[in-house]
């Protein structure tokens, strides 16, 4: 399997812009999670989904950010205005509720720069 | 409620050296415990697991941690440390609860090896 796919791998931009972080998570994972990490705070949940339904978003900091999963396959988290301090590394993981110990499995990662 | 807690945001030992880094939990249902590692701009990646039986388990590049539910501890360790093993390590419970697993990080130590 070729894990869970992250895009854009790196993305500045200006203040105020929109910006869009999109996931496929691993084919067959009914849990798919965005968490945000950065040097001050560490890793942060954001929103979790399951079966495509999101479950906890108190992670969200803000309206500013909202996260979607039309299917199974994909997900998008986007941040609408974009400000400095959402410069940070975005990760998606995803994971299946068996018997295997419901190993979450993460991508390398979107690495934000909001100047 | 379900708590991590890494003792140590920095651990630094020589090269050649025992490796240990703390990892208690609270859970008020079973948990999965989990060691995850992060190499320096990379997602992270599973260390070893906890789910059933063995109280000691086995992971890569030589890492093992023991459950001791008494200590309500999964401390990771490692006999001789290798400069490759710097990193940042993150200790994870996975509970199921209300039906959702439940998925809480440490906030993670910075294992720093010297040569």
């Known amino acids: 399997d070729a894990g869970v796919i992250q895009s854009p791998r790196h993305e500045v931009t200006e203040m105020g812009q929109e910006v869009t972080l999109r996931c496929k998570p691993i084919s067959g994972h009914d849990y798919l999670f965005w968490y945000r990490q950065t040097m001050m705070r560490g890793l942060e949940l954001l929103i979790y989904?399951?079966?495509?339904?999101?479950?906890?978003d108190s992670g969200m900091p803000e309206d500013r950010f909202s996260a979607k999963m039309p299917n199974a396959s994909f997900s998008t988290l986007k941040i609408q205005p974009s400000e400095p301090r959402d410069s940070a590394v975005y990760f998606c993981?995803?994971?299946?509720?068996?018997?295997?110990?419901?190993?979450?499995?993460f991508g390398e990662g979107s690495w934000l720069t909001v100047v | 409620a379900q708590s991590v807690t890494q003792l140590g945001s920095h651990v630094s030992v020589s090269e050649g050296a025992l490796v240990l880094l703390r990892c208690n939990y609270s859970s008020s249902v079973p948990p999965y415990l989990f060691w995850y590692v992060q190499y320096p701009n990379q997602g992270l990646q599973l260390l070893l697991k906890?789910?059933?039986?063995?109280?000691l388990v086995k992971g890569i590049n030589g890492f093992e941690a023991e459950f001791k539910k008494s200590e309500t501890s999964f401390h990771l360790t490692k006999p001789s440390a290798h400069m490759s093993d710097a990193a940042e390590y993150f200790c994870?419970?996975?509970?199921?609860?209300?039906?959702?697993?439940?998925?809480?990080f440490g906030t993670g130590t910075k294992l720093q090896v010297i040569p």
């Open positions: 994870a419970v996975i509970s199921t609860t209300g039906g959702y697993q439940k998925v809480t």
């Open positions: 906890y789910t059933t039986g063995a109280t």
């Open positions: 993981a995803s994971s299946f509720r068996g018997t295997g110990g419901n190993t979450i499995y």
């Open positions: 989904f399951n079966n495509n339904v999101p479950i906890d």
